[in-house]
């Protein structure tokens, strides 16, 4: 096994607005382990897709724990350079820091996504894969516990996408559901869109990062095809992102259903 180490700042007291934050630095700067596999199918590394995710978020965090950057996006002031899709996310998370976000991550590999959302936000994170990737989820929270401890928790579960309904999570409901770079095999393009389709509610958010890849392309566009019709989606540009984990091959998407956010 070998480690990957990740920086992440974090708000103080995790999932509190800013401004509750009496005194002191209102951040700190954490540094999340993740034991990842020499060896194994593909989810026993941590992709490059899923830093331009966690580093993304972290950027989305820190705007909303500066004052001037909160008051803009929840005003819509100067909001020239701002996405429809970053301006969603933030006012989906602006809106619900009072509260303890569900998340629900598929695809999860080693657990790196749900592990730094969780050390972001207040959140219960249900983080999920093949059963194999159990053992490598299980002790990657647990090596990064304390970052997230008395705030957030993290629980893996098995899933797989095309056997929704043996799964312990098959009636539960999400605010939040993360997936990175998992277009990956044609065999599971369609019950990913069938996870998707189950799992996210109509209130619900989707973030997913995809990296191009020549020979994925079919897949891609096949997973497009597939969400069409029942979900919208918005890309994230690469100018919004984190100055260093970005690139313009790995794409940021947010996905709603389409029913309930059709004027978005
Ligand atoms: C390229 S890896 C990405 C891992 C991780 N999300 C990351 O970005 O570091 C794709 C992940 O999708 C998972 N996956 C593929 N097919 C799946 C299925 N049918 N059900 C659940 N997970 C699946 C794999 O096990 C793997 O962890």
Redesign the pocket.
């Known amino acids: 096994m070998f480690e990957r180490s990740i920086e992440l700042t974090v708000s103080n007291g995790v999932g509190t607005r800013p401004s509750d934050v009496e005194s002191g630095n209102s951040t700190t700067e954490i540094e999340l382990i993740i034991k990842q596999e020499f060896e194994g199918?593909?989810?026993?590394?941590?992709?490059?897709?899923?830093l331009v995710?966690i580093k993304f978020l972290e950027t989305v965090f820190s705007d909303l724990s500066q004052e001037d950057s909160k008051r803009a996006i929840c005003n819509a002031e100067n909001l020239d350079n701002v996405s429809v899709a970053k301006l969603n996310l933030s006012t989906f998370f602006y809106g619900n820091l009072p509260h303890v976000l569900k998340i629900l991550?598929?695809?999860?590999?080693?657990g790196?996504?749900s592990i730094a959302v969780a050390a972001l936000t207040k959140a219960f994170v249900y983080c999920?894969?093949?059963k194999?990737?159990q053992y490598l989820i299980d002790q990657n929270i647990g090596l990064n516990f304390d970052y997230f401890k008395g705030a957030s928790k993290v629980m893996s579960y098995e899933?797989?996408?095309?056997?929704i309904e043996l799964s312990d999570l098959k009636n539960e409901a999400f605010d939040l559901i993360l997936?990175?770079?998992?277009i990956?095999?044609e065999?599971?393009v369609e019950?990913?869109f069938r996870?998707l389709d189950h799992f996210c509610s109509n209130d619900a958010i989707v973030v997913m990062?995809i990296e191009d890849r020549t020979e994925k392309t079919k897949l891609v566009e096949k997973f497009w095809s597939l969400m069409d019709g029942s979900f919208t989606w918005h890309e994230i540009s690469v100018h919004e992102q984190n100055k260093l984990f970005r690139c313009d091959e790995i794409h940021l998407f947010v996905i709603y259903k389409t029913a309930i956010n059709k004027d978005k």
């Open positions: 199918n593909v989810g026993c590394v941590v992709w490059d897709a899923a995710l991550e598929l695809g999860a590999g080693t790196a996504c999920t894969d093949l194999e990737f899933l797989d996408w095309s056997k997936v990175s770079d998992c990956y095999y065999e599971s019950p990913l996870a990062s």
